[in-house]
């Protein structure tokens, strides 16, 4: 297949591609950048555009078999209002435009739109379960996630829409680890607050063969959450990471400090959403790193 992905060049735009270009389907890499340098391999090109605007890389996906959709600015910073509308607009606009693109494709193309969303689409959950039938929340986040779907969804009319919301994805090269293990290091690592909320999360090699699996599964449709069988607590993710680094993890980060220094997303750093990926499981995908211990020994060992 002939596949657009917006974001591909991210931390896990990167393991999506590679994985995508092993099974010798054909990636287009959207990115802004004039002069992105040599693709990734033979099989995965670039194609210079700007999501948030319309423009000539929409005739591009839309004479593609289908598009992921990645994009979307870091939240893991201080939220002015500023931020906030930038993380608003890079996933409601570039959903958009997507859309408007498949709109102008020829019967038979494009296939599918495989489109990010997140679990924050739940809200704070405390200790309640939840699936991809559970409403969502309320806060900024939910907002988000609410409005960054129902964009997607707008494309029903050309094609399969899957609305895959990510838990916290742990991989080698960036994402939460990229900025917790250096803390580790240097014996600062230990929960965040109480430690007792949730912990969604998910394998960087499992969230990219969940894509190549719905390649498969034509059947799958709507949201789909993309998270581990085994969800845990912060506290638990602390004890565990230390002891894969061999570092202690029993310096708590009081919930009044983060709140002091992120603003409106520490809040959301101390809550969190006990998310089980339901659909998945019952359609008999297998993940690969299902638990926390065996996730975090693959991703350190190198």
Not at 35 to 41: D, F, K, T, Y
Request: glycine share 12%; hydrophobic share 35%.
């Amino acid at each position: 297949m002939r596949i657009l992905i917006t974001g591909g060049s991210g931390f896990v735009g990167r393991t999506l591609t590679s994985q995508l270009t092993g099974r010798g389907h054909q990636v287009i890499i959207l990115t802004r950048s004039s002069s992105p340098g040599p693709p990734p391999n033979p099989n995965a090109t670039y194609l210079t555009g700007n999501p948030l605007k319309p423009g000539d890389w929409q005739q591009t996906a839309s004479q593609c078999d289908g598009v992921i959709n990645l994009a979307g600015q870091n939240i893991f910073t201080r939220w002015t209002d500023e931020v906030k509308q930038g993380i608003y607009d890079s996933r409601i606009l570039t959903t958009r435009h997507i859309v408007e693109a498949l709109s102008r494709a020829t019967k038979g193309s494009p296939r599918f739109l495989f489109s990010t969303s997140a679990v924050g689409y739940y809200g704070d959950r405390e200790n309640m379960e939840v699936d991809e039938d559970t409403p969502p929340g309320t806060d900024f986040l939910a907002h988000v996630c609410q409005d960054w779907e129902n964009e997607a969804l707008q494309a029903e009319r050309y094609a399969r829409v899957v609305l895959c919301r990510f838990g916290i994805v742990l991989g080698r090269n960036g994402g939460a680890l990229g900025q917790m293990i250096p803390l580790f290091n240097h014996f600062l690592g230990g929960p965040l607050g109480s430690g007792k909320q949730w912990f969604s999360w998910i394998h960087e090699q499992d969230l990219a063969g969940i894509f190549i699996w719905l390649l498969d599964h034509p059947n799958i449709s709507g949201p789909l959450n993309c998270t581990t069988p085994n969800p845990v607590q912060n506290r638990e993710l602390a004890r565990s990471l230390g002891q894969a680094l061999h570092r202690p993890a029993f310096l708590p980060a009081p919930g009044f400090m983060i709140r002091l220094v992120m603003g409106e997303l520490g809040s959301v750093l101390l809550s969190g959403q006990k998310v089980l990926p339901r659909k998945l499981v019952n359609a008999g995908f297998e993940f690969s790193f299902p638990d926390l211990s065996r996730a975090l020994g693959n991703i350190l060992a190198s």
